[in-house]
Structure formats: structure tokens, C-alpha cells
């Protein structure tokens, strides 16, 4: 058994793809085993393809005798892979598995996840994810990706070099401080990075060797990691002011130096942290916060599907918040934009927009406002609590983004389906545990009105006769595309108008079948189709804007497909 399951493992390849040395001109071509033979590539997970080495390819490569005789196709292996993922008896589980077989052959994983996404993106992504963070010092095995620690300032550029990939074009880096609704997870975050990459290849085809997961560990603030003797980081207290600044700093220059184009993506910081680096490093480097800008498109594209169920334009709306951080305020942010390119006033506009957060209504009046809610401090009076605000204020969506579980009670959503006749509920906050309220809960309140969307994927749900498939409001229908679109047209900056056009473009991917479901995205397994889609507005921005020295494709879409990673072994000899 033992046996058997270890040649399972080890049954994949991985093509290479590298750029040709024109900057501009990166079209992916095959390349060699870089003179690696026998044991080397079925140790390397971007080469090794298992029990598919064809027979000449045993006996050219040095294989022969390393693996078992027979000679198994990838569908087959695909087969094998699936039947024991299916066995095991916890989503952990299935998540441990899954990234064991990407750690010895990404291109078996990446075809497992990409023809069974619906399936597998709640494994290697949210809400299995966070549950994997919160054991990550008991099941991490190998490094996925860099951990850079505060102790390693002044050499982090030598801890890059260590890194195996020359042509590094996407980083997604955390500092553990909000994973998910999760709160401190220190080092353990290092899960988010490493989904969330493999999440670009899966749904945007970015190749594996271009995606450079980073934890930079500050330290924590979550006591019980800190006791604990099997926690992987470091046990001391989050730095703080200007030695994390200057840690940050040093980060940000070296990876411009080592990995000129590469686009640094800031994942689960605290807030405070997470507002001032994006207002720092946006017009100086490459970069943007998938938190503030990913979830802000997502939920914009759900509010313009919204209006084809509702009637009406964006600028008739009024939009509700429970939480007032990086989430919260980064949509109401993007709403803004979206009703100014209606025509409407930047102060009209954020006047549409309100937020409740811990300590109540965000008003005028409260002196305790941190910086990135006192544009939505409008004048009114207290309010004690969400119930209250959704009766004095009679929104026409409701969007949950505060973490805090159940918060959406039975009396707010029956408020807001008094109030609306199709009344926008989005429990937009990660993992499940954490949804301000269940899609059950949304239509059974509502008899069933309410056009519902959730940040982790709910069951469909039958209420009198109809079964309602609400949709995954969750950055990984922009982030992906926006990145494959930054990526394939070499931009310099990331900017919010192509969030902007992320979230029409996603809208406009929205059947009439996908609303009649219930849900106000395209269905998963058009996810590659909707970043490619993505890529290109994208890039029409990045030329448009000049935000590039690469001389335009004549055909951009043709361009950004080329760039897609697809998981099939290639012939090596
Ligand atoms: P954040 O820490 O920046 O903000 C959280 C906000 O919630 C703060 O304003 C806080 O005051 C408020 N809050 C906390 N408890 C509250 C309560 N009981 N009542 C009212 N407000 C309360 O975090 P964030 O980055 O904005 O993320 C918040 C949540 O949104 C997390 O659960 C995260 O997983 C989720 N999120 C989802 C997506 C998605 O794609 N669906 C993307 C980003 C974040």
C-alpha cells in the first residue's frame, strides 16, 4: 500500500517555459531538461511526469529501473489521482494530498485542479486554506515558496537569489497579520501565498516557474503560536513603525533588482499596514493589495449583474457595509469610480456609500476614524447597531466584509427583504465559519428574493420547489486575469482602473442562465475564458495609459492566450 501510494505521487511533469531574451517578446517556448538525467527530474516537479515517461524516454533519460514497467497515459493518471482524492476522508486531508502531488508534478496537479475546479478550489483555496494555515506547522513539508524574516535584514536580495526561478513575474507576499478572517497567523500564512499562486496558474495559466509565494515574518501577535514549540516562525512580538517600514523597504528594492518584472502582490496584512503600502509603493513599483482592489472588482462586477435582476442603474442604489477595512473600503472605493464614470459626483457618489464597523455607523461624529474610513463619515446620527442602520438608512445591498460570523441575523435580512424586492445580501467574509450568514439562511428569510453571494462557496439550496446556485464573490474571478493582463503586457504599475474594467469585463461574462440559477457570476469552469478576457481589457489599459515599453501585439487576445500555461506533458526526447 505503501508502495503504491508513493508511485502514485509520483506520476508528473512539467514543461519549462522560459522567455526569449527580448523583454516584450516572452512568447513560452519548450525547453530542455537542462541537462538533468534520471533521478534529477523525477525529484524536479516542473519536469518529472511519473509513470508517463514513455519507453524511449526511460531509456534516453537514465529512468530505466526507477520506475514501475507499465507506461501510463496523464487521463489515466488523472483517474488514479481523483479516486484517492475522493477517499479521503477530510478536506485537510484532501488538501495535504493535493499539495504533496503539486510539490513532485505540477502539471498532474494543475490538470487535476483545472478540469475539476469547482471541486477543487475549496481544497487549495478558501475555506480548506484557512484550516490548512491554522495546522500549517504540522503539515508543512517542503518550501513552496520564501520565507523571509526580520532577521534577514540587510540580505534579503541574497535570499532571493536562493530562490531556483530566474524569470520570476508574479509574488504574492504576506506578513500573516489578517489571514482571511482568521486573524494572526504568523509564518503559518504562508498557505495564502501559496493558493493564491497556484490559483494565477490554475485560472489564468501563469506558469508555475513565474510564481514566487513569500511570507515575510515579522513575528506575531497570536500568544498561543508563540507558546507553541512546533510553531514554525518567529516567536516574538510583530515589529512595529520604522524597522518594519525599512524591512518592507528593503523587500520591495530587491525584488525590483532580482526580478525586474515581476508584479508584487500584498496579501492579508493587517489593515493599517496594508492602506499605507499600497498608497506608498503604487506609483513607484509594480504592485497592488488583491484585498482593497480584487475584492472591490469582484464585488462591483456583482453589483452591475445585480441591476439585471433589479432594474435599475448603480447611481439608484444605496450600498450598506458591516466592516470598514481593506475589504469594505476598497469597494466602496471602486463603487465610487463605477458611478463617477456614470456621471455621477465624487461627493454624491461616496454618499451612496456607508459603513458600519465594530464601534457602529462610521458618522462624522466619531473620533475614533481611522484614515481609509473618514471619506464614508457622513453625517448622520448615531445608530447602535447593523439593524438600526439598515432601518434609518434603507440600503439596497448589504455586504458583508467584517469576518464576524452571523452577523447578517435573521432580523437584518428579513429588514432588508421588507425594504427591497430583490434585496443584494453578499456574506462576502473568508473562510465559511466566518460568513456573516449561510445562502440558506439569505433565501429562506427573503422567501427566497434575495440575490445572494458569498465569499466561500455554499451548496446550492432548494427553497419551495427552486434550487438556487448562489455565486462565489471572491477575488479569484479578478485577480488572475488582472495579473495574466499585467504580466502579458509587461506593465510598470497596476492601476484602479483596471480593476475597474476587471469588474465590467466579469459582469458582462454573466449569462442568463447563470442569473436564473442565482448567481450573479459566470459559472467556475469558465474561469480561464474570464481571466483571458480580463488579461486583454487589461492590457488595452496598459497601452492605453502608456504603462509600458513593450511594443503593442497586433493582436492583444492572441498575445495574452500564448502566455497561458497548459498542464500537458511534453515529449522530452
Ligand atoms: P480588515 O481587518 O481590514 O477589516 C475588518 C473590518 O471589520 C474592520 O473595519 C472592523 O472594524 C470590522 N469589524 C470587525 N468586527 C466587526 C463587528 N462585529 N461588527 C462590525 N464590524 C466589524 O479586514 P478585510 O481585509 O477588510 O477583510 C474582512 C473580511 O472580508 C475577512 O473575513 C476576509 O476574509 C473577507 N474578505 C473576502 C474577500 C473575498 O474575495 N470574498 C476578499 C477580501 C477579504
New binding site residues.
Given amino acids: 500500500m505503501t508502495m503504491i501510494s508513493h508511485i502514485d505521487g509520483n506520476e508528473g511533469v512539467a514543461t519549462t517555459t522560459h522567455p526569449l531574451p527580448h523583454r516584450g517578446a516572452h512568447v513560452a517556448v519548450q525547453t530542455t531538461l537542462e541537462g538533468k538525467r534520471g533521478a534529477d527530474i523525477l525529484h524536479d516537479p516542473l519536469l518529472n511526469k511519473g509513470t508517463s515517461f514513455t519507453e524511449t524516454e526511460r531509456d534516453a533519460l537514465g529512468l530505466r529501473g526507477l520506475l514501475p514497467p507499465k507506461v501510463t497515459t496523464q487521463a489515466q493518471q488523472v483517474d488514479k489521482i481523483l479516486n484517492n482524492i475522493r477517499r479521503k476522508p477530510t478536506d485537510l486531508d484532501k488538501y495535504t494530498y493535493l499539495v504533496s502531488l503539486q510539490e513532485r508534478n505540477a502539471a498532474l496537479f494543475y490538470r487535476v485542479v483545472i478540469d475539476n475546479l469547482s471541486e477543487m478550489m475549496p481544497i487549495i483555496y ?1 475555506p480548506t486554506v484557512g484550516q490548512a494555515c491554522q495546522k500549517y506547522a504540522l503539515i508543512f513539508r517542503r518550501p513552496q515558496g520564501l520565507f523571509i524574516s526580520s532577521q534577514d535584514r540587510g540580505r534579503i536580495k541574497e535570499l532571493l537569489a536562493n530562490w531556483p526561478h530566474a524569470d520570476v513575474r508574479m509574488i504574492v507576499v504576506t506578513d500573516g497579520e ?1 489571514i ?3 486573524g494572526d497567523l504568523g509564518s503559518c500564512g504562508m498557505g495564502i501565498p501559496v493558493g493564491k499562486l497556484s490559483l494565477y496558474t490554475a485560472c489564468a495559466g501563469l506558469p508555475p516557474e513565474q510564481c514566487l509565494p513569500v511570507m515575510l515574518d515579522v513575528g506575531t501577535n497570536n500568544q498561543a503560536l508563540r507558546d507553541d514549540p512546533l510553531y514554525i516562525g518567529l516567536a516574538q512580538e510583530r515589529l512595529r513603525g520604522p524597522a518594519y517600514d525599512e524591512l518592507v523597504e528593503e523587500f520591495v528594492t530587491a525584488v525590483h533588482e532580482t526580478f525586474p518584472r515581476a508584479c508584487i502582490q500584498f496579501e ?1 496584512f ?2 493599517t499596514n ?1 492602506f499605507r503600502m499600497l498608497r506608498k509603493y503604487r506609483d513607484r513599483v509594480c504592485t497592488f493589495n ?3 482592489q ?2 472591490a472588482g ?2 462591483v462586477a456583482g453589483l452591475y449583474s445585480s441591476l439585471r435582476l433589479t432594474g435599475g442603474k448603480l447611481a439608484d442604489k444605496k450600498f450598506l457595509f ?9 469597494i466602496c472605493d471602486l463603487i465610487v469610480q463605477a458611478l463617477m464614470a456614470e456621471g455621477v459626483s465624487e461627493a454624491d457618489a461616496r454618499a451612496k456609500c456607508w ?6 455607523l462610521v458618522t462624522k461624529h466619531r473620533t475614533d476614524l ?1 484614515e481609509h ?1 473618514l471619506p464614508y463619515a457622513h453625517d448622520h446620527a448615531p445608530v447602535p447597531d ?1 439593524l438600526a442602520a439598515v432601518e434609518a438608512l434603507k440600503p439596497t445591498a448589504l455586504i ?5 460570523p452571523q ?1 447578517f441575523t435573521e432580523d437584518v435580512v428579513k429588514a432588508m427583504g421588507r425594504l427591497n424586492a430583490r434585496p443584494v445580501i ?1 456574506a ?4 465559511t465559519s ?1 460568513a456573516e450568514c449561510t445562502a440558506e439562511q439569505a433565501y429562506t428569510w427573503t422567501e427566497g428574493r434575495a440575490i445572494f453571494a ?3 462557496p455554499f451548496a446550492p439550496f432548494t427553497l419551495a420547489g427552486k434550487t438556487h446556485v448562489s455565486g ?5 474571478y ?1 485577480f488572475p486575469g488582472v495579473g495574466l493582463g499585467v504580466i502579458a503586457a509587461e506593465s510598470t504599475r497596476v492601476t484602479d482602473e483596471m480593476f475597474f474594467v476587471a469588474a465590467k469585463t466579469l459582469a458582462s461574462l454573466v449569462t442568463e442562465e447563470d442569473l436564473a440559477s442565482g448567481s450573479v457570476y459566470p459559472d467556475l469552469h469558465r474561469i480561464r475564458e474570464v481571466s483571458a478576457k480580463i488579461a486583454v481589457e487589461v492590457a488595452e489599459v496598459i497601452y492605453a495609459r502608456k504603462l509600458t515599453s513593450m511594443p503593442r501585439p497586433t493582436d492583444i487576445a492572441a498575445h495574452v492566450l500564448a502566455q497561458m500555461y497548459e498542464p500537458a506533458y511534453q515529449a522530452y526526447v
Wanted: avoid cysteine; charge should be negative.
Fill in positions: 478558501t489578517r482571511l478572517g482568521l492579508d493587517g489593515n496594508a488583491d484585498d482593497i480584487g475584492t469582484v464585488t458591516l466592516g470598514a477595512g481593506e475589504a469594505g473600503v476598497g459603513l458600519v464597523d465594530s464601534h457602529g481611522a474610513k447593523l458583508g466584509v467584517s469576518g464576524t452577523a453578499f462576502l467574509s473568508n473562510p466566518k458569498s465569499g466561500s462565489q464573490g471572491n477575488n479569484s479578478i
